[in-house]
């Protein structure tokens, strides 16, 4: 395959929110969400998921413009259609738009559709699609194998709706039982630090880069992954960064006190390794989650016990589900959680 990069965005700004929505949707909410571990900013188009393991990409533009027409909704679709021709082989294809007039579609509750949703105006939208590939193109006559491959395209794009909060997008990804463990002012700012950091990525600029294997767009670095957001995520809810720190919390002094100074540093590693694994298995993350929400309302419910004392307690109230947290990981990560209470609240 070969792939070269046309199209860069000129202003990072216009639209940034919006794509930032349709990041935290494909991440957080679309159907292959479990499969992505990588997204691209602005190389293939807006966005696009990458399964590094299976090599598969998932395609995404987003719309962030008031009032558009079917045959608007057509032209939006230029880069996924272009996509489609190209060598490389695309997954999935995502239109991420504002609602529409209810007029445009036949069934206006659908967050989720594909093309027949249109109804009788899909040949609008088909239309706005045409005319924008010959405008860009400069294409006068069109083959009847070109009108195949728009028809095929048209059956495989997927039409989704901006229809979540911002603060939902970033409680979706937590995976905690009582969203309102933290205010929706909290969870709107780490919205907004994910938006900085794909407005920062936006601004690296690819144009009339090639590449012939899809992993060697991660050299451009042009790319957020997405183990990298819920790190994000658990830093901002403990108020530390959890996997950086290199003194060994006050919380956990006690556990260390014995030992030399080699057999402490592997203990850290072991316990931020145990905490890295419970993060990121995909089997295991919700026990995870279930385990740190439990640990953020006990220490909160009861600042002055020691994490030890929390561990015990959770353990004999049946809170703690998590393998990788059943033992001295555990009780590291309710020190780091009591220490990150304690500083923000200094």
């Not at 995404?60 to 272009?82: H, R, W, Y």
């Not at 909290?186 to 407005?199: G, S």
């Not at 220490?299 to 015990?312: G, H, M, R, W």
Request: aromatic fraction near 12%.
């Amino acid at each position: 395959m070969s792939y070269k990069f046309k199209y860069t965005e000129r202003n990072v700004s216009r639209g940034s929110e919006f794509e930032t929505r349709a990041l935290l949707f494909m991440i957080a909410y679309g159907e292959n969400k479990d499969r992505i571990q990588y997204a691209f900013i602005d190389c293939f188009n807006d966005l696009t998921g990458y399964d590094d393991k299976n090599n598969k990409l998932f395609d995404v533009q987003s719309k962030g413009v008031a009032s558009l027409t079917p045959k608007k909704i057509g032209a939006s679709l230029i880069t996924l259609f272009e996509n489609s021709l190209s060598d490389v082989e695309f997954s999935t294809f995502t239109l991420y738009l504002p609602v529409l007039k209810a007029e445009y579609v036949n069934d206006s509750s659908l967050m989720v559709f594909n093309s027949s949703n249109f109804g009788n105006r899909l040949n609008e939208v088909r239309s706005g699609l045409v005319g924008e590939y010959r405008r860009r193109n400069q294409e006068s006559e069109l083959s009847p194998e070109f009108d195949e491959k728009v028809n095929e395209f048209m059956d495989m794009v997927v039409f989704v709706y901006d229809h979540i909060s911002k603060s939902d997008f970033i409680k979706r990804l937590s995976l905690f039982r009582k969203v309102d463990i933290k205010s929706v002012e909290f969870y709107e700012a780490i919205f907004d630090e994910v938006q900085q950091i794909q407005m920062a990525k936006k601004r690296i600029n690819v144009e009339g880069r090639e590449v012939s294997v899809i992993r060697d767009v991660l050299l451009f670095n042009k790319h957020i992954k997405v183990r990298d957001i819920s790190v994000l995520i658990v830093n901002r809810i403990i108020g530390i960064d959890i996997f950086k720190r290199r003194s060994i919390p006050q919380g956990f002094l006690d556990q260390v006190r014995d030992l030399d100074p080699e057999s402490v540093k592997d203990l850290i590693l072991e316990c931020n390794s145990n905490i890295s694994k419970a993060l990121f298995d995909k089997n295991a993350k919700r026990e995870f989650w279930q385990f740190f929400e439990g640990a953020l309302i006990a220490v909160n419910k009861e600042p002055t016990l020691s994490a030890t004392d929390i561990f015990e307690q959770m353990k004999s109230n049946s809170k703690i589900v998590s393998k990788y947290m059943n033992g001295l990981s555990g009780i590291f990560l309710l020190a780091l959680i009591k220490e990150g209470i304690e500083y923000e609240g200094a």
